[in-house]
Structure formats: C-alpha cells, structure tokens
C-alpha cells in the first residue's frame, strides 16, 4: 500500500507533536552560550522552532537585527509580531529565498527528520556568505548511550517512547561528514555537560562529581557549529 502525501503529512505533524515542541534548559542554555561567544547576529532563524521557547530567547538576546521560526507545528499565538514565522515540513527544502539569514540555529531538531544530508544542503542555501549553523542533538557518543547500545541495541534516546519523534540517530563522524559534504567548514562541538546516570535518571555524572566529568563521554546532548565559506556561492 502507497503512502500518501496527506497520510505522510499527518504522521510527520503527529511525530512533531509527540516532541512536544520544546527542548531541555541546558540545550538553550548552550545554544545561547555560543551564539554570545561567536557574537552573532544580523538575520538568524530558529530551525524547527517549535512552540518558540528558543525563539523569544534570540529575540529577547537584542543580538539579531531580524528573528524568524521555521516549524511544521504552526505559528505560537503568543509570539511577539516581530518575530517572521514559516509554517512548513521541515523534510522538505524551506520556502525561503537563498541567502536569506545569517545564522541558523537548530536545537533538537535533525534527529526528528529523514534526510539529514538534504537538511544540511538547504541549510548552507539559506546562509549568507561567512553564515554560521548551531545544531544540537542527542550525543549518541556518551557513556549512557553507549551502553544503552550495548545492553539494548538503541541509543539512550531513540527508544520506543522516543519514536516517532526521533528517527536519526547521528555520531560526530556522521555530522561532520554530512557538514562538510553540503560545503560547510570549521565544524566543532560543545557539550550540554550535563549527563545522567543510567537507571539513576534523576542523577547526572556532574552533580556526583563536582563538575569534573564533563564533555562527550558525560554530556546527553552536543552542539555542532560550522561556517559557510565567504567566498561560497
């Protein structure tokens, strides 16, 4: 039996919503940390913005001239009118021009979506010249994940309460590769340094160690940042 676009439309807005449209504080927080630090600004979009939680906080930064959210779910009703929203599925390539922003933000995002390498074109489309991307993502290279594998054959995050909302799972050599094939350069990672324990959920490595395990073994989730060349087309 053939899927049609309807049914896949709506089984794609039921895995949206099952996310919840919402991501975790340390996430924002790491996000927000790095938009800071690489002093950012000019026109940015939130990539998958959800119910705009990180949205109101680039706009709130006062970092960026112009603010818009991307998101299959629709527009929040209580959205300052500032900020430019695209009511579209994310699958597909934005319905913006080229060139149109000069950082993207995409928290949470690409694991929910079917073709990471398709993202990743459409998101070196939509940059400016010398444009930045943040993305996070479950880090699937944590010690939690790892014997998650091991023990169950899943990443600690794409279990079955996980699924439908989370679909891909990436490792850094994936992200870099697929980065770096859209045309992407000077790729590296943070980390959330935050990181539970497993079967001790409500627990993570940094409150038993006094903050000293941190990174990619003891972190639950990591952002990626990487530069559209400015001489790139």
Do not use: C
């Not at 870099?176 to 324990?197: N, P, Q, S």
């Amino acid at each position: 039996m053939t899927v049609s676009e309807t049914q896949l439309q709506e089984h794609r807005r039921h895995a949206a919503a099952a996310s919840g449209g919402t991501s975790i504080e340390p996430v924002y927080r790491l996000v927000m940390a790095e938009t800071a630090r690489l002093g950012l600004g000019g026109r940015v979009l939130d990539f998958g913005a959800g119910t705009g939680t990180l949205t109101r906080m680039l706009l709130d930064s006062g970092r960026f001239d112009t603010v818009h959210g991307a998101d299959i779910m629709s527009r929040p009703a209580d959205l300052a009118d500032p900020v430019g929203w695209l009511a579209q599925d994310l699958n597909a390539a934005l319905e913006a021009p080229d060139r149109s922003f000069d950082a993207i933000v995409s928290a949470e995002v690409i694991e929910h979506l079917e073709n990471p390498r398709a993202v990743a074109r459409d998101w070196f489309r939509l940059l400016s010249p010398g444009g930045t991307l943040l993305m996070t993502t479950p880090n699937n290279e944590s010690v939690r994940s790892v014997l998650t594998l091991l023990v169950k054959g899943h990443y600690a995050e794409f279990d079955d309460t996980s699924y439908p909302a989370h679909i891909t799972a990436l490792l850094r050599k994936d992200i870099v590769r697929l980065l770096d094939e859209a045309g992407f350069r000077d790729v590296r990672f943070a980390y959330t340094d935050r990181g539970r324990i497993p079967k001790r959920y409500r627990t993570t490595w940094q409150h038993v160690s006094g903050g000293v395990l941190r990174g990619v073994r003891f972190s639950d989730n990591l952002l990626a940042a990487a530069v559209k060349p400015a001489e790139a087309a």
